[in-house]
């Protein structure tokens, strides 16, 4: 069947509002064929959480002002009435495949990736090794995790050399008080009161020049109020590539440069702990391969590495040394992951759905006639924001080349999800409830600054139970 949808509008269901689903849907609407008055598009956003943003509000760190400021963007864009956005709603639970198929004449995913990936060493399922990708969840007040998160630990070992273990250490490390003037919930504020942490320790498997952080964030790491940063000589190893690296790419010479000043600038040039003025340290160490999380009583008790040397072409190999530090809690930061999606394929190897170009396969590798994918299900857990813009303009340039072929929705009416939805119970939200629910963390956050006179001002303090999320937008 092929689709005969001229006189009325293709139906389009996103699923997912983070970045990659709300950019999808906005470059959809302005796309030339759509603009160009050629096809009236209708889309209708669905999010499993009563609120929109996705990685932006369950993702983003809160001291992250700047990155959280991309919401005013997307905002503008569910703010001018073309795209219907429906939160609280599951894909595979409240809506099937088969619903959206017959409802929609097109279904792009766009769920992103929000577990972490596993690593498999001794002692990583002991009590106190956590996924660095939890601890965002709880420290950005997701709904569906537990609203205590133990910190009990002095010292901390986070793993990997990317933004999100320096989100994670940067958290970890920072005085709760620090934290106040951003939208942290109280549960999290109370927890990091709390914390008896004393030096936090961050683990890349290679080396300075082979971080994956960006130099912004890297730099923010000195901002951090009573909180020194430790460097080790021994740690600065810099073979051909580095070296190439260095001289080609700003990026890294940038960051290989504030490492530098950073070490020479040490108290000591041996790097030794304590040997600063502040409370806590924050300790960079490279050319670590994490190989056994030690235990005791089925705690964390330390963790076990080989010291790596560089390969030349800027990989690590193992030394055959191997080193032990002391900490009683484990973060891995070592990538996000996708989550499989009902009755669609799965690599489970890249964590994403088979695609080519956006055109999500089957099992036999062939193209699902009207089944997209946009952001990170896509194409995997890298990338900045904004890269995402690139992926969605791939994935709607799919779409609109296969617009004519499509098989057209069997109950494409405005109203059909609406009745679908309420058939089942399903308590939806709507764009007007996050408005509502909007307006009311924003007065939480008024309503504390009034109570803590002389206190910091805080924009907004957001609502953390998913009944509470609801029952705001409820008005
Ligand atoms: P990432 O940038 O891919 O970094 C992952 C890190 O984990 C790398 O250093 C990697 O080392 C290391 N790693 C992987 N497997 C490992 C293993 N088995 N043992 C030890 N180390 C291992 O991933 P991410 O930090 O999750 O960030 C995902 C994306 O979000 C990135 O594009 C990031 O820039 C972005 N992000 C941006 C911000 C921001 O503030 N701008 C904040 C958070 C995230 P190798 O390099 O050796 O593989």
Not at 22 to 27: E, H, Q, S
Not at 359 to 368: A, E, F, M, Q, S
Not at 385 to 405: F, M, N, P, Q, Y
Request: aromatic share 8%; charged share 25%.
């Amino acid at each position: 069947m092929s689709s005969s949808t001229s006189a009325r509008p293709f139906r389009v269901a996103i699923i997912g509002s983070g970045p990659a689903g709300v950019y999808a849907a906005d470059i959809l609407t302005k796309s030339q064929e759509v603009a160009g008055g050629d096809v009236e598009v209708s889309i209708d956003l669905f999010e499993s959480y009563p609120a929109p943003y996705g990685l932006i509000r369950y993702g983003v760190a809160p001291d992250h002002p700047r990155i959280k400021g991309i919401v005013n963007a997307l905002h503008k864009v569910l703010d001018r009435g073309d795209i219907r956005f429906f939160g609280n709603v599951t894909y595979g639970r409240d809506l099937t495949l088969s619903d959206v198929r017959a409802c929609y004449d097109a279904v792009i995913f766009a769920t992103g990736a929000i577990k972490d990936a596993d690593l498999n060493i001794p002692g990583i399922e002991l009590e106190g090794s956590y996924g660095g990708a939890d601890f965002v969840s709880w420290y950005d007040g997701h709904p569906d995790v537990p609203r205590e998160w133990p910190l009990e630990a002095k010292e901390i070992a986070v793993l990997g050399n990317g933004n999100v273990a320096l989100d994670v250490a940067r958290v970890l490390s920072k005085h709760a008080d620090d934290l106040l003037v951003t939208e942290i919930p109280e549960n999290v504020y109370a927890g990091l009161k709390k914390s008896p942490v004393t030096d936090v320790h961050v683990f890349g498997r290679r080396g300075p020049a082979q971080v994956k952080f960006t130099p912004l964030e890297l730099r923010e790491l000195s901002h951090s109020k009573d909180v020194d940063i430790v460097l080790y000589p021994e740690d600065f190893e810099f073979d051909e590539a580095s070296d190439e690296a260095i001289r080609t790419n700003n990026q890294v010479k940038t960051m290989v440069n504030t490492l530098t000043n950073w070490l020479v600038e040490q108290p000591d040039h041996h790097g030794t702990p304590g040997e600063g003025s502040a409370s806590r340290r924050l300790h960079l160490h490279f050319l670590h391969t994490p190989v056994e999380i030690i235990g005791e009583d089925g705690k964390v008790a330390g963790i076990k590495f080989e010291r790596n040397e560089l390969d030349g072409t800027g990989n690590a190999r193992g030394t055959g040394e191997f080193i032990d530090y002391p900490v009683q809690a484990v973060y891995r930061a070592i990538g996000y992951f996708g989550s499989e999606l009902p009755e669609l394929e799965f690599d489970a190897r890249r964590g994403v759905l088979p695609n080519v170009a956006g055109r999500v396969l089957d099992t036999d590798g062939n193209p699902i006639q009207g089944i997209y994918a946009t952001g990170w299900i896509k194409r995997g857990p890298v990338g900045l924001i904004g890269h995402t813009k690139g992926d969605a303009l791939e994935t709607i340039g799919c779409l609109l080349e296969d617009r004519l072929s499509l098989p057209a929705a069997e109950r494409p009416g405005e109203d059909e999800v609406v009745k679908l939805l309420e058939s089942r119970g399903v308590d939806y939200t709507t764009w007007e409830g996050w408005l509502k629910l909007d307006a009311h963390e924003k007065a939480l956050g008024e309503a504390w600054t009034a109570e803590n006179d002389g206190g910091p001002a805080r924009e907004r303090v957001k609502v953390v139970p998913r009944e509470g999320m609801i029952e705001a937008s409820r008005g």
